[in-house]
């Protein structure tokens, strides 16, 4: 059901890669409420003939850019303006890879180029963006700007490796700019927790679908979806939710308050 609680808003969305990506949904989301946005990824990551599918579904425009690069994001948030009309309401920062997740290689034994491309893809590019936002004054007065992260970032989960510390520092990020933001022009900047979902980057990860199981069995709720998550976000990006800033907030069906469940302790045989 849509509420047009985006309806007369415009907006930058990363990260749609495949149908499976949270950042799909989310352009999906927004379109049915009424937001008008630019599509935009990596080009060496872009599979043009599925975001292109996106694009003539939600009637919007793709600007390639690699959001480790200041130039290309200068060039997104420049053009993106010219397309849109002006400024912008919203942003989805939906960006994540680990070279060493991909490779497999154990926390204890990082390769560290590897590390330092993670940072600057999955934590950096949030400064950068937001850096090239605020120079270009491109985000209006209680704009609101969305990063997803995971909970890796404050308990241990050991497969996430670098993640977690990417993690962490995405989320550092997203109150330290959120502070300055927020007093220079109002900009909201928030990061959503989402629990394991199935995308690209989540199955990418060492024994995701034991570790999705579980965090099934453990939240109250379930696991949230992909489409869950874009529902969340669009809160985020919408009028509602205005004194909403500098907050991690969970999206995980409970998973991040619950100790363990009874599901969990009947699986592993301890019964009253
Ligand atoms: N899937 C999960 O279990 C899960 C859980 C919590 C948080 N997240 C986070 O959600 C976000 C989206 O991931 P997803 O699960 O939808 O997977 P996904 O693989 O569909 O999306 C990741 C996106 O990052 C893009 N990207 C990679 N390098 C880039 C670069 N240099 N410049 C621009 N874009 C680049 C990819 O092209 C891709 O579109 C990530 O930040 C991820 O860490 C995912």
Redesign the pocket.
């Known amino acids: 059901m849509a509420y047009q609680l985006l309806k007369g808003k415009t907006g930058i969305i990363?990260?749609?890669?495949?149908e499976?990506?949270?950042?799909w949904k989310v352009a999906e989301k927004a379109h049915e409420e009424g937001a008008r946005f630019v599509l935009t990824?990596?080009p060496i990551?872009?599979r043009m003939g599925e975001i292109k599918k996106l694009a003539d579904k939600t009637g919007s425009q793709i600007i390639p850019?690699?959001?480790?690069s200041t130039e290309e994001l200068t060039h997104l948030f420049t053009e993106s303006q010219q397309i849109l009309g002006g400024k912008i309401d919203f942003v989805l920062h939906?960006?994540?890879?680990s070279v060493n997740i991909r490779k497999k290689i154990p926390y204890t034994e990082l390769n560290y180029d590897y590390y330092q491309k993670g940072i600057d893809?999955?934590a950096l590019?949030l400064h950068k963006m937001l850096a090239v936002a605020m120079k270009l004054d491109a985000i209006n007065e209680w704009g609101s700007v969305v990063?997803?992260?995971?909970m890796a970032a404050q308990r241990t989960f050991p497969f996430y490796t670098d993640?977690a510390d990417i993690?962490a520092m995405l989320e550092s990020i997203s109150r330290s700019f959120g502070y300055h933001y927020g007093v220079s022009k109002k900009v909201r900047i928030n990061t959503v927790?989402?629990?394991?979902?199935?995308?690209?980057?989540?199955t990418g990860i060492k024994g995701f679908g034991d570790f999705f199981d579980y965090a099934q069995s453990i939240a109250p709720l379930g696991n949230a979806s992909?489409e869950d998550c874009a529902n969340y976000c669009i809160t985020l990006f919408s009028d509602l939710t205005r004194m909403v800033t500098m907050q991690n907030l969970f999206h995980d069906g409970g998973f991040s308050n619950t100790g363990v469940s009874d599901l969990v302790m009947n699986k592993i045989g301890i019964t009253e």
């Open positions: 990363t990260g749609a890669l495949d499976n990506s949270i950042a990824n990596a990551a872009m850019a690699d959001a480790t939906s960006i994540g890879m893809v999955s590019s990063a997803l992260t995971y993640m993690k927790s989402q629990s394991p979902t199935k995308t690209t980057a989540g992909a």
